[in-house]
């Protein structure tokens, strides 16, 4: 079975800062991987799809890339709004893996 | 707009059964795999099991296997979880969620709010 892990589990960042998050797979997954977010209380939400790809009417400050085993998540400018959990999600002929989740707060 | 609506948890004992129900509206449902994703208090999103868009493929994840059942009834565009022999470590927070096509892929896309099941004696 393909393991999800992510880095770091918890950060605090400034408004307007740059936060990324790492994703790794425990072998090749190519570009099968969606990134969700998820804020207290509520489900998550689609964020990012083949690694890469925005979903529609997601802010243009959410990015995705990688390929292969590594992956990363970028918020380019933090916003109050983004205060949430974030999650890597594969995908594999309609099974998913979830990684466990980075929790993002402000500093 | 498209609503996922579940029912069905509660508090139950160990090695006892409970039933989830999601009763789907908005979208074509017959048209959708759909999955059953959990959350343990304070912890992070377990996916558990996923249809197809006509019920003929099933896959679960390892922890429920040959305990946990999906189904669906695509007349009445609702989707079930059977639950059998529970354990304390199945208590969570199930979410119903939509299915749908993303790139070469799939992904959620709709969550329903989710119900509440405890497992405790």
């Known amino acids: 079975d393909i393991q999800m892990t992510q880095s770091p589990s918890s950060l605090s960042a400034s408004v307007g800062d740059r936060v990324t998050i790492t994703c790794q797979a425990s072998?090749?997954?190519?570009?099968?991987l969606n990134w969700y977010q998820q804020k207290p209380g509520k489900a998550p939400n689609l964020l990012i799809y083949d690694a890469s790809n925005l979903e529609t009417g997601v802010p243009s400050r959410f990015s995705g890339s990688g390929s292969g085993t590594d992956f990363t998540f970028t918020i380019s400018s933090l916003q109050p709004e983004d205060i949430a959990t974030y999650y890597c999600?594969?995908?594999?002929?309609?099974?998913?893996?979830f990684g466990p989740g980075t929790k993002v707060d402000i500093k | 707009q498209v609503q996922l609506v579940e029912s069905g948890g509660g508090a139950v004992q160990p090695g006892r059964s409970l039933r989830l129900s999601c009763a789907a509206s908005?979208?074509?449902?017959?048209?959708?795999?759909m999955d059953w994703v959990r959350q343990a208090p304070g912890k992070g999103l377990e996916w558990v099991a996923v249809?197809?868009?006509?019920?003929?493929?099933?896959y679960y994840a390892d922890s429920v296997k040959g305990r946990f059942t999906i189904s669906r009834d695509n007349s009445k565009n609702t989707l079930y979880l059977q639950m059998n022999s529970l354990r304390g470590e199945d208590t969570a927070v199930y979410y119903c969620?939509?299915?749908?096509?993303?790139?070469?892929?799939?992904?959620?896309?709709?969550w329903g709010q989710g119900t509440l099941v405890t497992v405790s004696s």
């Open positions: 249809i197809s868009y006509d019920g003929n493929n099933k």
């Open positions: 999600q594969h995908y594999d002929n309609l099974l998913f893996t």
């Open positions: 072998q090749d997954i190519s570009n099968n």
């Open positions: 969620a939509r299915d749908v096509a993303r790139g070469h892929g799939d992904a959620v896309d709709y």
């Open positions: 908005g979208f074509t449902f017959s048209s959708y795999a």
